[in-house]
């Protein structure tokens, strides 16, 4: 019996022996998250990986990592609140030679880029008597898309926006969609007799429309004057033009869109422009995601550049955070010199109900 003690002393003098001695680069850490974007409040996965790459296992290792401070954490989870986030220790035993797979589930509700960081890793001899810190400083980041803006007076508006562009393509005749003639037949209106055929003809004959090509509209996102204290109105704004490019899409109508706005850890674009359409809104959300209470150009600049690049008979949609007299001059300009129909959505008269 006093020689089996006497072995495990000695053993444990050994094991201790070398665990002072370990190399801290022989214990490894991946971090990783489950995906890159997420919907607000939805749950996503943050691993941290150990790898004990030593044969003498590690009794006591915890991973120190940094959190959002908006991020979600299970009710007996212990934190430490600091000004970079929320502190958290997650603690665990690795054997020799294995890996130890450490998950969180977290959610975050508020539109934005957020950044998970792996600090660094303790871990204690064979006996526990000393720890061992080593930083890592990994980071991953996630995007937070903007939730859906739930308004009746906005879901009535572009209702009745939608229709009118429709309507336009049967009632208002564009030449440039005239596709040939046929014969009048007598129940075709008057405005659609093409008098020079019917002259050559010696017959009445009608024009002919391609009514297949897809109806278009931009959508401009104005964030010049919203404040860093007023982030809460870009996140409205964000929400709406989410809402507004969804229901184009819905309806068929292929959406482009524009916003001076700064977008987070990204491009340095003056504007900022993609398309959205059936099935390819991933760009539009992430870009909604990221941006940031700060403009690069005035809206005047905004609107002249989607007048540029949209399609002849493209309509406009401009979301405007307040009224300001500079902003309603140039989107007066806008509907002078495009000759197109333009919807406001002022965000100051839709925040009671949306609230």
């Given at each position: 019996?006093?020689?089996?003690?006497?072995v495990?002393?000695?053993?444990?003098?050994?094991?201790?022996?070398?665990s002072?001695?370990?190399?801290?680069?022989?214990?490894?850490?991946?971090?990783?998250?489950?995906?890159?974007?997420?919907?607000?409040?939805?749950?996503?996965?943050?691993?941290?990986t150990?790898?004990?790459?030593?044969?003498?296992?590690?009794?006591?290792?915890?991973?120190?990592?940094?959190?959002?401070?908006?991020?979600?954490?299970?009710?007996d989870?212990?934190?430490?609140?600091?000004?970079?986030?929320?502190?958290?220790?997650?603690?665990?035993r690795?054997?020799?030679?294995?890996?130890?797979?450490?998950?969180?589930?977290?959610?975050?509700?508020?539109?934005?880029v957020?950044?998970?960081?792996?600090?660094?890793?303790?871990?204690?001899?064979?006996?526990?008597?000393?720890?061992?810190?080593?930083?890592?400083?990994?980071?991953?980041?996630?995007?937070?898309?903007?939730?859906?803006?739930?308004?009746?007076?906005?879901?009535?508006?572009?209702?009745?926006?939608?229709?009118?562009?429709?309507?336009?393509?049967?009632?208002?005749?564009?030449?440039?969609?005239?596709?040939?003639?046929?014969?009048?037949?007598?129940?075709?209106?008057?405005?659609?007799?093409?008098?020079?055929?019917?002259?050559?003809?010696?017959?009445?004959?009608?024009?002919?429309?391609?009514?297949?090509?897809?109806?278009?509209?931009?959508?401009?996102l104005?964030?010049?004057?919203?404040?860093v204290?007023?982030?809460?109105?870009?996140?409205?704004?964000?929400?709406?033009?989410?809402?507004?490019?969804?229901?184009?899409?819905?309806?068929?109508?292929?959406?482009?869109?524009?916003?001076?706005?700064?977008?987070?850890?990204?491009?340095?674009?003056?504007?900022?422009?993609?398309?959205?359409?059936?099935g390819?809104?991933?760009?539009?959300?992430?870009?909604?995601?990221?941006?940031?209470?700060?403009?690069?150009?005035?809206?005047?600049?905004?609107?002249?550049?989607?007048?540029?690049?949209?399609?002849?008979?493209?309509?406009?949609?401009?979301?405007?955070?307040?009224?300001?007299s500079?902003?309603?001059?140039?989107?007066?300009?806008?509907?002078?010199?495009?000759?197109?129909?333009?919807?406001?959505?002022?965000?100051?008269?839709l925040?009671?109900?949306?609230?």
């Amino acid at each position: 019996m006093l020689a089996l003690v006497l072995v495990v002393i000695v053993l444990g003098v050994i094991l201790e022996t070398i665990s002072l001695h370990r190399d801290p680069a022989k214990v490894g850490l991946e971090y990783d998250i489950s995906t890159r974007n997420t919907e607000p409040g939805e749950a996503f996965e943050v691993q941290a990986t150990i790898t004990n790459q030593s044969r003498i296992p590690i009794s006591y290792l915890a991973v120190n990592e940094i959190y959002p401070q908006v991020a979600m954490l299970p009710e007996d989870m212990k934190f430490q609140a600091r000004y970079d986030g929320t502190y958290i220790k997650k603690i665990c035993r690795v054997s020799g030679r294995k890996r130890k797979k450490l998950i969180l589930e977290t959610r975050i509700t508020k539109r934005g880029v957020y950044l998970f960081k792996g600090e660094s890793i303790e871990f204690g001899d064979f006996l526990g008597f000393r720890e061992i810190l080593r930083r890592v400083s990994l980071l991953q980041e996630i995007v937070v898309y903007p939730g859906r803006l739930a308004c009746s007076q906005l879901t009535d508006a572009l209702g009745g926006f939608c229709g009118d562009i429709a309507a336009r393509r049967f009632l208002i005749r564009d030449p440039i969609l005239t596709i040939g003639s046929r014969e009048y037949t007598g129940r075709e209106p008057m405005k659609d007799i093409h008098w020079m055929q019917s002259a050559h003809r010696g017959e009445l004959m009608v024009r002919e429309y391609d009514y297949t090509r897809q109806l278009s509209a931009c959508v401009i996102l104005n964030a010049d004057g919203i404040t860093v204290s007023r982030e809460d109105q870009l996140d409205s704004c964000c929400a709406a033009a989410r809402t507004i490019c969804e229901t184009l899409v819905g309806t068929g109508v292929s959406v482009f869109f524009y916003t001076n706005a700064r977008l987070r850890r990204t491009s340095n674009e003056e504007i900022w422009k993609c398309e959205v359409s059936a099935g390819r809104t991933g760009d539009l959300l992430e870009g909604l995601g990221r941006m940031m209470c700060s403009s690069r150009r005035p809206l005047r600049h905004v609107l002249e550049y989607a007048h540029r690049e949209s399609d002849f008979d493209a309509a406009f949609i401009v979301i405007l955070p307040a009224t300001e007299s500079n902003d309603m001059e140039a989107v007066q300009r806008l509907k002078r010199d495009s000759g197109r129909e333009v919807l406001l959505i002022h965000m100051e008269e839709l925040e009671g109900e949306a609230a």
